[in-house]
């Protein structure tokens, strides 16, 4: 019998309650089914986030432990979509038909693919694991995959290689953390949009994802996490009101049984290892109690390739990752390759940037945990490791000559910038106060060490 488990509305209602889904950009780009798939996510934080539930399907914290300390990982998205580079929807936006866009294969042909590259930018930039999507909901397979209906598979068109393969190997190669993304769902099925009235086509969708998340399972080593997306039904209701259809226990028990310690997102329909938001609404509220992963994309117009380009500014991601961290979650950043495979020359000199200042600031970030502070919106937010407390100063018009913090029950030994230099601080039973001027500031974030007696 299938259990369904509810987060606590009032843990996840705080954060985003005074967000909106920023849609400045996608408006201009996305059609009203993929902007309602994009909010699922948001409107599950708002609302409680729900899903089903079975014994031994969701991991234990220890053996989360990793996922929690890595903080930031590259998101990929690559597809078929990148030949006419309008988005990983165009199959669906532009109403093309399963023929029509299965000629996409015919050229897709990547001259410049090369996965240790992709697994270079994402060490350049800071980032601790990958996730790359297999297959999108345009039903085409980056591997060799003989579940794949009508042979649809980069393996048995044009391309004639297994990304999947390639990838995997060079994420271990580089020392990063191994994600793959699946799509359930499948446009070319006409019974994922009616899967009542056509039962049987339905069920070919179905056995199709079962038999490839099992292929993305077994045959690629060992499998860090598995990113779900597309688990509702026919761009309808959510993951969970899917479960009758998908049987994510059933699904996920396979998945376990060659995987047992990988991390689950929630989008099967099963309540997840950890929660998702998706886009790029500013992250606000106090410290979630929940493990939990901001995804959002450089490119502010699609996912997947796109010749428009809204490229997000270095401040804009740096502050993104503090405040996601600083409320405890991780944030998944997406590139989208071209149709040779390439990672856009202004995305690459962007993420070097967001690399250089985790060179200098990354102690503050990877293997912390959020607080001792809550989090003061457009202001500052705190991490914690061992003896060490760091503050996160947002520059914004709310930065004075003084930065109060709330009462603390360890003694401050020392305050200082992360660069070295010490900041003038008293403390007592009202709080503590920092002195700060404005050469202390950084464009962006800056960074305050606090080291705490024993």
Request: charge should be positive; hydrophobic fraction near 40%; aromatic fraction near 12%.
């Amino acid at each position: 019998m299938l259990q369904f488990k509810l987060m606590p509305f009032k843990l996840v209602i705080i954060i985003f309650i005074s967000t909106l889904i920023s849609l400045n950009v996608h408006a201009q780009q996305m059609g009203k089914d993929e902007l309602k798939s994009m909010e699922k996510s948001n409107s599950a934080f708002k609302g409680g986030i729900r899903g089903v539930t079975g014994p031994g399907l969701n991991l234990s914290p220890e053996k989360m432990q990793w996922w929690e300390d890595a903080k930031f990982g590259m998101f990929i998205h690559w597809g078929l979509y990148a030949i006419p580079a309008t988005g990983e929807w165009t199959m669906f936006n532009k109403k093309m038909s399963p023929d029509e866009y299965a000629k996409l294969a015919d050229q897709f042909k990547p001259r410049y693919f090369n996965a240790n590259r992709w697994a270079a930018i994402a060490k350049a930039a800071g980032m601790k694991y990958m996730v790359m999507v297999a297959r999108h909901h345009d039903g085409f397979a980056m591997w060799n995959s003989p579940s794949s209906y009508h042979h649809f598979n980069s393996m048995e068109t044009a391309a004639h290689t297994d990304f999947v393969a390639q990838y995997t190997a060079a994420c271990r190669k580089a020392g990063l953390r191994v994600g793959i993304y699946y799509s359930p769902m499948d446009w070319r099925f006409p019974g994922y949009f009616d899967p009542k009235g056509q039962a049987e086509n339905a069920a070919l969708m179905k056995q199709q994802a079962y038999g490839q998340v099992a292929e993305l399972m077994k045959n690629y080593g060992k499998i860090d996490i598995l990113w779900y997306d597309g688990g509702w039904l026919s761009h309808k209701g959510t993951d969970e009101d899917a479960a009758w259809f998908w049987e994510p226990l059933k699904l996920n028990t396979i998945v376990r049984n060659y995987q047992p310690n990988i991390v689950i997102n929630p989008r099967s329909g099963m309540f997840g290892d950890f929660q998702v938001n998706e886009g790029d609404a500013e992250v606000k509220g106090p410290i979630l109690e929940f493990p939990w992963e901001k995804c959002l994309n450089l490119n502010g117009a699609s996912w997947g390739y796109n010749k428009t380009q809204h490229l997000m500014s270095l401040a804009g991601i740096l502050q993104m990752l503090v405040n996601v961290v600083d409320r405890g979650g991780n944030m998944l950043l997406n590139v989208g390759p071209d149709p040779d495979g390439v990672i856009p020359q202004t995305h690459v000199a962007r993420l070097k940037e967001v690399g250089s200042w985790l060179d200098k600031n990354g102690e503050s970030i990877y293997g912390t945990r959020a607080g001792p502070f809550q989090p003061v919106d457009s202001l500052y937010g705190s991490t914690h490791k061992g003896n060490k407390v760091y503050i996160h100063l947002i520059n914004s018009n709310k930065v004075t000559n003084e930065l109060h913090l709330p009462k603390f029950d360890r003694q401050i030994q020392s305050c200082r910038l992360i660069n070295g230099q010490d900041l003038p601080f008293s403390q007592d039973r009202n709080g503590i106060n920092i002195g700060i001027q404005k050469t202390h500031l950084e464009p962006a974030v800056t960074t305050i060490v606090l080291t705490c007696t024993n």
